[in-house]
């Protein structure tokens, strides 16, 4: 159905002012040490021509991944695309770091990995990611190991290993500014926890963990509870998933059952969002995967909001007024979707920065910068994919005081107002048309900037156009001008289209 939409900027409300390094990103502990992740889709499962073998149990999980050496994080294009975002946050973390052993001493040579631990990051590798930090302004979260490595259940969490993670970026320059202490922990069975660890174990290692951050280290931040749980969405029998391979785990906890009114309080609310699980899982967890015939659709664009709006009387309940932080997000749970590559994920992706700040402050982690098929950049030549500019130009026109614009979240008319990102007077807006057959009108009330996206070959294009050109990063990273369109009257936001209109 075609949407007629007037902007009236004098008329827009202000609702709140959100963190300008809103847009974060995750750059995963296996990257940084070297292991394990998804394996890649192939150009024809991207292009939606050849089909994902189905997986025929969850014991077969390891059989969808493949091992990837450590990103080079040195790497000048990958530093110059990353700079390109202004200051974001930057989270090490995944389950992988939940079983990590810190061998800054050296006491282990390469390759071998101490009982109770799964991988082992060495002191080059780390000092090498805070150097990546410290060139793209950014800051640093992460997590701590607990595994059987550091303790058992019955004995209580020990800072042993984490004090050196801690003492080592501070010594470096470049300090760990906040810390979830365990990445996932509902996911009691999937998390590398000690064995016959319970949520009652973790509420009592959260507790010392808090306490032993602030009194050594007062000024980070204390986030958590970092959990995947679609649980808070109150589901009705027609709803998809939204929270990610949690679903799938038959031992797994509710994100009430980590929380307590902890004697030394968190400063930040963390939960994971996904829009549900990838085609990799659809054969054991059907009622999670959304098809990509649905990629477009309200309800499936909702989910986001829907998470956020869940969390949040769980953030109130137990940290009334902070932040709440997405500390993962993406299209999949399970290394993406084929089409979290290419232009069709765009419209979640910035539907989802939209929504959110409509809800709350806080940031949103897209999972990952430069690994799997939900990756901002391809893993290993980091060339920029279709979110990585969208989120680029979010970062470049969208400020961070956000208004409310009368979003009718209806198909062809989301809807997002906030203030222009260079401080001049005036407003910034955003339109999805998620339409896929009608165009939707926006009746200017004066001169504009118009920034179009689309996709260069259809919505599972791997290449999206800014105004008609193709997006294209040069050899070293260099990122082409973002020039917007002078536009006055009207302007058509063409089916499956984003458009940014700045006045």
Excluded at 82 to 102: C, Q
Aim: hydrophobic share 35%; net charge negative.
């Amino acid at each position: 159905m075609a949407q007629f939409i007037r902007l009236n900027p004098e008329q827009a409300k202000q609702l709140r002012t959100v963190d300008a390094r809103l847009m974060s990103y995750n750059v995963e502990m296996t990257e940084v040490t070297g292991g394990t992740f998804w394996m890649a889709y192939t150009p024809g499962q991207v292009a939606g021509t050849e089909q994902v073998p189905p997986l025929t149990s969850m014991a077969d999980l390891g059989k969808l991944q493949e091992w990837y050496d450590p990103i080079d994080t040195k790497n000048e294009k990958l530093i110059n695309l990353a700079k390109a975002f202004g200051p974001v946050w930057v989270r090490v973390s995944g389950t992988w770091a939940n079983k990590t052993y810190y061998n800054f001493d050296g006491k282990y040579a390469p390759g071998v990995v101490p009982e109770g631990f799964q991988n082992v990051l060495q002191k080059e590798q780390w000092l090498n990611l805070l150097d990546f930090v410290k060139a793209v302004g950014g800051k640093l979260l992460i997590s701590f190991a607990n595994c059987p490595g550091i303790h058992d259940a019955e004995t209580p969490w020990s800072p042993w290993q984490a004090k050196q993670i801690m003492d080592l970026s501070a010594e470096y320059g470049v300090p760990v500014n906040a810390v979830e202490f365990t990445n996932e922990p509902n996911l009691m069975s999937t998390s590398g926890f000690p064995k016959g660890y319970t949520a009652a174990h973790f509420r009592r290692d959260q507790e010392i963990a808090n306490a032993w951050v602030k009194e050594n280290y007062p000024d980070v931040l204390l986030v958590g509870p970092s959990s995947t749980d679609s649980t808070i969405l109150a589901m009705g029998p027609e709803d998809k998933g939204g929270a990610g391979i949690g679903d799938a785990m038959p031992d797994s906890v509710t994100t009430e059952d980590l929380m307590l009114e902890y004697k030394v309080p968190m400063d930040v609310f963390s939960y994971h969002y996904y829009n549900g699980i990838s085609e990799r899982l659809e054969s054991v967890m059907p009622t999670g995967h959304w098809q990509a015939s649905q990629a477009h659709t309200d309800a499936y664009l909702a989910m986001a909001g829907r998470c956020a709006r869940g969390y949040a009387p769980i953030r109130d309940k137990y940290i009334p007024g902070a932040q709440m932080w997405v500390t993962e997000s993406g299209d999949a749970g399970g290394g993406g979707n084929t089409w979290g590559s290419t232009y069709l994920d765009v419209l979640r992706t910035l539907n989802e920065l939209g929504d959110f700040s409509s809800v709350t402050d806080g940031i949103i982690f897209h999972n990952t910068l430069a690994s799997s098929d939900y990756g901002f950049l391809q893993h290993g030549s980091f060339d920029p994919r279709p979110n990585y500019w969208a989120v680029l130009l979010w970062n470049t026109l969208m400020g961070t005081t956000v208004y409310d614009c009368g979003n009718p979240g209806v198909e062809g008319a989301h809807v997002y107002c906030h203030s222009r990102r260079d401080g001049k007077d005036g407003k910034a807006y955003l339109i999805v048309n998620n339409s896929l057959t009608d165009c939707t009108t926006v009746e200017l009330p004066g001169e504009a900037m118009v920034y179009a996206l689309a996709g260069r070959d259809g919505m599972r294009s791997s290449v999206m156009t800014l105004n008609g050109q193709d997006l294209v990063a040069g050899e070293k990273g260099e990122v082409p001008s973002l020039t917007g369109v002078a536009a006055s009257g009207k302007v058509e936001v063409a089916p499956g289209s984003c458009t940014f209109i700045v006045l």
